[in-house]
């Protein structure tokens, strides 16, 4: 069974929270652990979308681009799903 979208952004994000960060291509293959049935190419296009969205930072330092968690820990993120559902459609937000 194939790992769906949040689920494969929950992996990076997770293992890019830890210690020294992480590569697309580890985690590729921790998502190929649990099943996940898509190409390596995908974890790549997924590094540089969340690192461009702020939610990770990019080292490009290396021969690899390591990625770590670029999330304070003391701010709360509020899911854009979450979100949208916290808000009344008869009375949006101005």
């Known amino acids: 069974m194939s790992l769906d979208a949040r689920q494969r952004q929950a992996l990076f994000l997770d293992m890019a929270s ?14 190929q652990q649990k099943g996940d049935e898509v190409s390596l190419e995908a974890y790549f296009n997924l590094g540089r979308r969340l690192a461009h969205r702020g939610l990770l930072k ?9 990625y770590a968690s670029n999330v304070d820990e003391d701010s709360t993120w509020i899911d854009e799903d979450r979100l949208a559902a916290m808000v009344d459609p008869e009375y949006p937000i101005i």
Not at 58 to 66: H, Q, V
């Open 18 to 31: 830890r210690n020294g960060g992480t590569t697309a291509q580890d985690v590729y293959e921790a998502g």
């Open 58 to 66: 990019a080292d490009r330092s290396g021969d690899r681009t390591l």
